[in-house]
């Protein structure tokens, strides 16, 4: 089915808008929700996981084996949240020194004089 002149139309002006502007992108998507709270969590679960580990030891090793793979597991989701807070505190940065000392177009970027562009 082809699209109509409005669609046709649309999809031109995100293609636009793409290619003057890369972090165009990762604007239209809303970020996760990082808080430190559930960096908390996940981190006393990957070490009640590991403790887990270690008591279950004595009696299975197929229970304890199972309880490591949980707190790698939570160790996993832990380290993509303290990653998630980290980027989110870097952008914020950046904003603010954006903000506070003026943008500046990037040479190739938008509004450069690149004459490629």
């Known amino acids: ?17 793409l290619q003057r502007d890369p972090g165009f992108g990762r604007t239209l998507h809303r970020p996760a929700m ?6 908390l969590a996940w981190g006393m679960a990957a070490v009640a996981g590991l403790a887990l ?3 279950l030891l004595s009696v299975s090793p197929y229970l304890s084996f199972g309880a ?15 990653r998630a807070i980290g980027e989110a505190s ?6 603010s020194v954006r903000g ?5 177009p990037r040479p190739g970027g ?5 004459p490629r562009h």
């Open 1 to 17: 089915m082809p699209l109509s002149e409005d669609e046709q139309r649309i999809l031109r002006q995100i293609e636009e808008q």
């Open 34 to 39: 990082h808080s430190r709270r559930s960096l």
């Open 53 to 55: 580990t270690v008591a």
């Open 68 to 82: 490591f793979i949980g707190a790698v597991v939570a160790a996993l989701f832990a380290e993509r949240q303290a």
């Open 90 to 95: 870097l952008n914020h940065l950046s904003e």
């Open 100 to 104: 506070r000392f003026g943008a500046t």
């Open 110 to 114: 938008p509004g450069g004089d690149d």
